[in-house]
Every structure is written in C-alpha cells, then in structure tokens.
C-alpha cells in the first residue's frame, strides 16, 4: 500500500509558465514533507520542504502547498525554466522513522 | 568536498551471486542511509547505519545487509541475488540527528542482475 502517491508521472509546460505537481499521501502521522529533484546519473537533491505545522512555505521560485484535511501537498516553480526539466518525487515522514518516497513525475519544460 | 560517492558506477551480476556496494559520505556526515530505485519507482528505505550499527531497517529482507566503517564509509552487501534485485541503489548521508532536508544523496550504483 503506498502511503506517498504522485498519481501524474509526467507533467510537460513552456518555458515562463507554472508547473504544479502534486502529492497524496495516507498516513496523517506525517510531520515532515519534502521534494527532491533528480537529474539523470546523478542522486535526488533536496529541494524544499514543509513541516506539518505549516500550509505554506516558499523557496524562490520554488513554493510548496501543504493541506492536511485533503492529505495533498504541491509543488508550485514559477517561472518554469528548462533547467528545471528533471525528475520530482515527493517524500514524508514523521520523527525517527525513514522517508517514504512517491513514484515520481518528470518534469519536461520547453523553450 | 566531494560529497557522497559511491562505487562501483555499474555492476552486472547473475542471478544468485552476492554483491558488495561502496558509499563513502559526504565531509563531516557520520550517518549512511541505503535505498534500492527499481525502474519506475521512488527510493526505497533499506536500512541506515549511524556509529558502526544498523539504527533502522525497511521492509527488505536478510539478503540485504550492511557494514559501517570507523571512518563512516559504508557498504550495502546483497547475497543470493535474484533478478528483482536489478535496481539502482542510492546512499546518503546526514550528521546524526540531523534533519530530513540535510541528507545528501551520491549518484548511485546501477545493478543488473542477469
């Protein structure tokens, strides 16, 4: 049973425009959401991340939505750029215990 | 700082060999964590060692074991391989206690299982 859900595995937008992608997840013992972003041959790097206290938190072009009662996080780069082509995966966890990663969505922006 | 490295790049082995991974932390990280990405999938938690000693472990099973050297280095030792074991296996590394945002991941091992 996956406890962190990215129901979209690709998501394509131009270049200057919002790219959102999404994240469901099951178990409300959660405390800690983060995205990473992984480019090919190379290991995920840590993006931004939100605290279940939280419904908001931005990073630069980077924003991430958290809604606790809907169990659904998002990940919101304004302006896209075609660097930000890469692979996203959305990761949880609570106090001691490991991450738990969703499946990923790769992000394709175009110019 | 060269960050975490790991070795070998790739590695093809046939079904019911063992084979030993290498990760070497990033600069001042005493913490290795170990997660196998099959195709298609997310990282998957397989253990993590902190002061020589497995602190955590997922849902894999004895096959999958590991070691923590004095100097934090580490390595992840599969035996009895099976072909669901291709997958890419990533190590990170964090300072004890640390949070989930400083965890830093090396470029990962391929491994093919023939």
């Known amino acids: 049973d996956q406890q962190v859900k990215q129901n979209s595995p690709s998501l394509s937008v131009q270049e200057g425009r919002i790219s959102i992608l999404n994240c469901d997840y099951t178990?409300?013992?959660?405390?800690?959401f983060l995205w990473y972003k992984k480019y090919p041959a190379e290991g995920p790097t840590f993006l931004i991340s939100i605290s279940s206290i939280k419904d908001k938190n931005e990073d630069g072009r980077f924003t991430v939505f958290l809604n606790k009662s809907a169990k659904h996080l998002s990940l919101h780069i304004v302006p896209s750029q075609p660097g930000d082509s890469a692979v996203y995966f959305c990761a949880a966890g609570q106090a001691g215990t490991a991450l738990i990663f969703g499946k990923g969505t790769t992000l394709s922006v175009s110019s | 700082d060269a960050g975490v490295t790991q070795s070998p790049t790739h590695l093809i082995k046939t079904r019911g060999q063992q084979v030993t991974l290498r990760c070497s932390p990033k600069s001042g990280h005493d913490t290795v964590s170990w997660y196998q990405q099959a195709l298609g999938q997310g990282p998957q938690f397989i253990f993590q060692?902190?002061?020589?000693?497995?602190?955590q472990r997922g849902n894999f099973p004895d096959r999958f074991s590991g070691h923590q050297f004095p100097n934090y280095s580490s390595e992840l030792n599969v035996n009895a391989l099976l072909l669901g074991d291709s997958a890419l296996y990533l190590c990170a590394s964090s300072r004890g206690g640390a949070s989930y945002n400083e965890q830093f991941f090396g470029p990962g091992t391929r491994l093919t299982v023939l």
């Open positions: 178990n409300s013992m959660f405390d800690y």
């Open positions: 060692y902190y002061e020589e000693e497995e602190r």
